[in-house]
C-alpha cells in the first residue's frame, strides 16, 4: 500500500510540476501582451459569423466521425444502432472533458455503456482501446506527413526531422503493440501485469486473465481489414473537420496562418491535449497553440480570439451535449424497466462489410 501511495504522488507532483512549467512559459510569453490581449476583446465585435458557424459545423462533424468510428468497430453481431452509439459517445466525451486524465475515464465509461448496450466486455474492450489507439496513431501519422510536407516547401530542419522521425516511432511501438496483443498475448500479459497490477481493486491475476479475451478479440479486428480501413477513414475525418473548425474559427477574426503551419500547430495542441495534467488539456492547448500561431506570423488578435472561439466549441460544447446526452440515455433506461419493454433493437451492419 505504501509504494502504490507513493507512486501516486509522485504521479501527482509531476503533473503539477509539468502544469506549472507549462503555464510559466505561458505567462512569460504572454504576459507582456496583456494591454494587446485587452485590445483584442474589444475587436470580438468585428467578428464574422459565417466563419463561426462553419466552426460549429467543423466540430459537429468531427463529433460525428468520433461516434461512427465507434459503430465501426463493433462487430455485426449485436451492434446498437447509430444513434444509441452517438449519444453513448457524446457523455463519454464530455466525461473526458470534466476530469483530469479525462481519456482514462471516458474509455471506462464508454466501456460500462456499451456493455448497457449487450456488447460483449471483451469486445467493449477492445473497441474503445483500439479507437483510443487508432486515433492516436493516425495523429502521430498526420503530424509527421505535415512536418515532411512544411520540409519540402521551406527546407528541413534537425526539428523538423526529429519531430517526425519521434512522431514515427510512436504510431510504429503502438501498431507494434496491438500486433503484440493479437498474436503474441505472452509478453504483453506479463507487460501488463506488471504496470497494472499495483493500481487499487486489481492485482496481476485478474489483469492476465483479461488478456486473453482481448486478444482474441483484437485478433478478429486485425482480420476484418475493411471494417479497419472504414473506421481509419472515420477517424482521419475526426481530426480533419477539427482542423476545419480550428481554421474557421481563426478566419472568423481575420486571416490564419498557412494550413500547413496551421496543422503543425493543431496537432503539437492535440499532444498536449493528451498529457493528464488538466481536463482535456484546458489551459495546455490554448497556452502552446497561441504562442505557435504568433511564431507563425498570425495576428494576436486572430490568434487569441480564433483559438478560444475553437475551444469553445471543441472543449465547452461537448460538456452539455454529453450531459444531455447521458441523461437521456438514463431516461430511457427507466422507461424500459418501468414499462418492462425489452432492450434496444439491433441494427444490421451496411452490405459489404
Not at 506549472?20 to 459569423?49: C, K, M
Not at 501498431?175 to 498474436?183: E, H, I, K, R, S
Not at 481530426?239 to 496562418?257: I, S, T
Not at 472561439?309 to 441523461?327: F, K, Q, S
Request: aromatic share 8%.
Amino acid at each position: 500500500m505504501t509504494t502504490v501511495r507513493a507512486r501516486r504522488v509522485w504521479r501527482y507532483a509531476v503533473r503539477w510540476v509539468v502544469l506549472a512549467v507549462v503555464l510559466i512559459v505561458a505567462g512569460v510569453y504572454l504576459g507582456p501582451r496583456t494591454e494587446s490581449a485587452l485590445d483584442s476583446v474589444q475587436q470580438i465585435r468585428h467578428v464574422d459569423w459565417t466563419w463561426l458557424v462553419v466552426a460549429l459545423l467543423g466540430e459537429l462533424g468531427s463529433l460525428a466521425a468520433f461516434s461512427l468510428v465507434t459503430w465501426v468497430l463493433i462487430a455485426k453481431p449485436g451492434r446498437p444502432r447509430l444513434r444509441r452509439v452517438v449519444r453513448l459517445d457524446l457523455a463519454t466525451i464530455a466525461l473526458s472533458h470534466a476530469v483530469p486524465a479525462g481519456w482514462a475515464a471516458g474509455t471506462a465509461l464508454g466501456y460500462d455503456l456499451l456493455q448497457q448496450e449487450g456488447v460483449d466486455k471483451a469486445q467493449a474492450g477492445v473497441v474503445k482501446v483500439s479507437q483510443s489507439l487508432l486515433s492516436s496513431v493516425l495523429l502521430e501519422v498526420m503530424f509527421s506527413v505535415v512536418l515532411l510536407v512544411q520540409m519540402v516547401i521551406y527546407g528541413p530542419s534537425a526539428a523538423n526531422l526529429g519531430l517526425a522521425a519521434a512522431g514515427a516511432v510512436l504510431a510504429a511501438v503502438v501498431v507494434v503493440g496491438c500486433y503484440l496483443l493479437a498474436f503474441r498475448p505472452a509478453p504483453v500479459r506479463r507487460v501488463a501485469q506488471r504496470m497494472l497490477g499495483w493500481l487499487p481493486g486489481l492485482d496481476s491475476e485478474r489483469v492476465g486473465a483479461a488478456i486473453r479475451p482481448l486478444s482474441n478479440r483484437m485478433r478478429d479486428l486485425l482480420r476484418r481489414p475493411l471494417a479497419l480501413s472504414v473506421a481509419s477513414f472515420w477517424s482521419v475525418l475526426n481530426w480533419a473537420f477539427d482542423l476545419l473548425a480550428l481554421w474557421a474559427a481563426l478566419r472568423a477574426f481575420g486571416h490564419p496562418p498557412d494550413i500547413v503551419l496551421l496543422a503543425i500547430g493543431f496537432c503539437v495542441a492535440q499532444v498536449a491535449a493528451s498529457i493528464p495534467i488538466s481536463p482535456g488539456g484546458l489551459g495546455v492547448v490554448e497556452s502552446s497553440l497561441v504562442p505557435l500561431l504568433l511564431g507563425f506570423g498570425t495576428g494576436f488578435t486572430v490568434a487569441v480570439l480564433g483559438v478560444l472561439c475553437w475551444r469553445l466549441v471543441n472543449y465547452w460544447l461537448p460538456m452539455p451535449i454529453g450531459g444531455v446526452a447521458y441523461l437521456g440515455i438514463l431516461a430511457g433506461r427507466r422507461r424500459h424497466r418501468r414499462h418492462g419493454a425489452p432492450p434496444p433493437a439491433r441494427a444490421e451492419a451496411p452490405a459489404g462489410r
